[in-house]
């Protein structure tokens, strides 16, 4: 289990401009690490535009805003697009970040995963400064700028 204090886990996730990423390449900066269920569903439409809403001011923070979810690329692009979201929508198709970081939620029974909504904040230099484990999408992201 991840902890508060603990180096947050490195990850290599396509994003929407086709473009891999590593959390690494955040580092010097504070990062807003939230994971979301899925696509234009509407707690993440809810909470992605609550993270659009405040982008200025979290970027006024040091800190970048990076989601990720299982969807494709292709599926992000759209999301992205319609609703002008400002900043990197990474896929997690086979879960890799999403284990690291206990996102992920199985249906007892089935063969089903699913990421749970949930963020990090990491610090400039790579420590996890704070989880929130259960997120409401509604006012998530006023929460997350009070903290910063």
Request: glycine share 6%; net charge positive.
């Amino acid at each position: 289990m991840l902890q508060e204090g603990l180096d947050a886990p490195n990850f290599m996730l396509r994003c929407t401009s086709g473009r891999y990423h590593s959390l690494m390449e955040f580092f010097g900066k504070k990062i807003v690490l939230y994971f979301y269920p899925k696509d234009e569903t509407s707690g993440c439409v809810t909470e992605a535009n609550g993270f659009k809403e405040d982008y200025v001011s979290i970027r006024k923070k040091n800190a970048v805003i990076i989601g990720v979810s299982p969807d494709g690329v292709q599926s992000h692009i759209i999301f992205k697009e319609k609703y002008k979201l400002p900043f990197m929508l990474l896929s997690d198709y086979n879960f890799e970040a999403s284990k690291k970081y206990d996102a992920v939620k199985k249906f007892l029974g089935f063969n089903t995963k699913k990421i749970k909504r949930m963020t990090y904040i990491i610090d400039e230099k790579g420590k996890i400064m704070k989880i929130f484990p259960d997120v409401n999408a509604s006012g998530h992201s006023k929460e997350i700028l009070s903290l910063l």
